[in-house]
């Protein structure tokens, strides 16, 4: 696999930073983001031996994409990959929910998203080359009480994955989503006993999700190995949905 840069949201823990790590061994030179902890994301810079780079961005910042693309393209070069992967979650029943907490979380989790592909299409459409994957929930499928905005923002996503890979498949842009089942990463760690076994009842793999399994689907998906692949959801669940 040739030398390309790829954008990865949430690079510092769980998910994200599996991503980062599997981009970097497989010879990418990789942009992340983070937003509160910058002794972490520059930990994660050193662990990659500079072959990732960190950017602080605030999902909600609707100013920020563009000049966060721009600062990513002077400094390593066209991005002809991006991965939205920067969540927030709060469970919270939805006559419990206010309009304020599911406005945070439709704006980081969708909105973020939405951003973030809008600004890095207008490259791709130039280059004639790109690949985003969103990373989905199994949420978006199956009902969780107490995720209703979490949820809601997560089916929008792979929504809209199958609008923009009608868009911009003429131009050889392949967009897709990775639909991830339960994961212990710190955003799950709140989550209790009882709670975790409700998830994961369902699993068929006795060993579960993990980040780098969630991690490994992504890859596949931005490489050429998934040529003809767009507008797809890949499920990464140990079985859940079977």
């Keep these: 696999m040739r030398e390309r840069t790829a954008l990865v949201t949430g690079g510092t823990r769980g998910i994200g930073r599996a991503i980062v790590e599997a981009l970097v061994a497989e010879g990418r030179t990789v942009a992340f983001t983070w937003r509160s902890d910058q002794a972490r994301a520059s930990e994660v810079e050193r662990s990659c031996g500079g072959r990732a780079v960190a950017f602080p961005m605030d999902l909600r910042d609707r100013s920020r994409p563009a000049s966060l693309v721009q600062e990513v393209e002077d400094r390593l070069g066209a991005i002809e990959a991006l991965v939205n992967s920067a969540a927030v979650q709060h469970s919270k029943l939805l006559a419990m929910t206010s309009d304020e907490l599911w406005d945070e ?8 998203a939405f951003r973030l592909c809008r600004e890095v299409v207008r490259s791709m459409t130039l280059q004639r080359r790109g690949v985003i994957v969103n990373l989905s929930s199994l949420s978006a ?15 929008g996503l792979v929504a809209m994955t199958r609008c923009l890979a009608r868009e911009m498949g003429r131009r050889n842009v392949r967009v897709n989503a990775v639909l991830a089942g339960y994961v212990p990463t710190d955003m799950t760690s709140s989550l209790s006993d009882e709670v975790v076994e409700r998830l994961r009842a369902g699993e068929c ?11 490994s689907a992504v890859t596949f998906l931005l490489s050429d190995r998934a040529a003809a692949i767009t ?7 140990a079985g859940t949905s079977a």
């Design 105 to 112: 979380v439709i704006d980081t989790n969708l909105g973020g």
């Design 141 to 155: 499928r199956f009902g969780v009480a107490g995720h209703g905005a979490y949820a809601a923002s997560k089916a």
């Design 205 to 215: 793999l006795a060993a579960g999700t993990a980040p780098v399994d969630v991690a």
């Design 231 to 237: 507008g797809q959801t890949l499920i990464v669940d």
